[in-house]
């Protein structure tokens, strides 16, 4: 998927807690994308969800209400 924009806010040890850190210090997100390699965990910003293919390991996910829509 391509469009939107990112934000790396640091590391986490699993995509769930990917998701409790976006949606606690980036409350505008629409999205985490979380790289399972290195633990890193982005907030996702606009409709789409930024997905690179340089970045294979990645986790990522929609945010509905309370829910994550992981892909």
Not at 35 to 47: H, P
């Amino acid at each position: 998927m391509r469009g939107g924009t990112y934000e790396h806010i640091g590391e986490t040890s699993s995509e769930y807690e990917c998701y409790l850190k976006v949606k606690r210090e980036r409350m505008l997100a629409t999205g985490a994308t979380w790289n399972k390699n290195w633990e890193g965990c982005f907030a996702d910003f606009g409709d789409i969800i930024v997905m690179h293919s340089s970045f294979p390991d990645c986790r990522a996910c929609l945010f509905s209400g309370s829910e994550c829509l992981v892909f």
